[in-house]
């Protein structure tokens, strides 16, 4: 049993719909005013990063709960070799996360791979941790992120070795489709408008902590993204797999 100040994904999703419901209301009883020319209305300010306010349950002393097994797919790495995903979630703690290389969205892609990179920098001192864990990164967009493409954004975030960090992309959105599926990854594309302005994917920011043994244990939402926590986590599965 987890010992965590931080409530489950389920109870994330259920905190953020009663947040959304709220906001709802809000808005209605806001809209008379608004429709009697009153039209001012507070700046909510720039999206955030998340902060911790919270001392993290040291490693060990709690069990991350077996969500499901790790879902399973053919995909292609960076030299364009097919790399069945199970390969990759198993043998070593493994961190999954789904991107695309054109992401802007300030707390989207862009967020989570500097989180993984000082994440990356953690275990990377430690000598336990370091030859025991991997990162996997999957893009959502297999039309523009062929294999060549990978290969230079891979260069800039995983040239530090001896660090195990594999980017993958599939033959095609068709092949990827079920992945996201399994893993419950929903995203919505919105086309390329007149004008040929690159297309947007809009996507939950989710990482996916994956045993040994290839079994999901945690699933990260942006809110709950804290190096520390996460952390811990490795750690605590790397003390369960240590008799």
């Not at 953020?16 to 020319?37: D, E, I, M, N, T």
């Not at 198993?90 to 695309?100: A, D, E, N, Q």
């Not at 990482?207 to 926590?229: C, K, N």
């Amino acid at each position: 049993m987890r010992h965590r100040f931080r409530p489950s994904a389920t109870e994330a999703a259920a905190l953020r719909a009663a947040w959304q419901a709220a906001a709802r209301s809000a808005v209605l009883a806001g809209a008379l005013p608004l429709c009697s020319g009153v039209m001012a209305a507070a700046d909510p300010g720039l999206p955030r990063a998340p902060q911790m306010q919270f001392v993290p349950t040291p490693a060990g002393t709690y069990r991350l709960q077996r969500i499901q097994a790790c879902p399973d797919g053919e995909l292609l790495d960076s030299s364009g070799r097919p790399r069945r995903l199970s390969e990759l979630t198993r043998g070593k703690i493994s961190l999954v996360t789904f991107f695309y290389t054109h992401c802007t969205d300030p707390l989207g892609c862009p967020y989570a791979f500097g989180l993984m990179a000082d994440l990356r920098d953690r275990l990377m001192a430690d000598p336990e941790l370091r030859p025991n864990v991997r990162f996997v990164s999957i893009s959502f967009d297999p039309t523009r992120d062929a294999p060549a493409q990978l290969r230079g954004y891979a260069r800039d975030l995983s040239a530090r070795a001896p660090f195990e960090w594999e980017f993958l992309t599939a033959a095609s959105t068709a092949r990827l489709q079920p992945l996201l599926d399994d893993f419950g990854q929903d995203t919505r594309v919105e086309p390329p408008r007149a004008g040929g302005a690159a297309r947007t994917i809009h996507h939950m920011l989710k990482l996916f902590l994956i045993d040994a043994g290839g079994t999901v244990r945690e699933i990260y939402a942006l809110d709950f993204l804290q190096p520390d926590v996460m952390l811990n986590d490795i750690r605590t599965l790397r003390l369960e797999a240590t008799p």
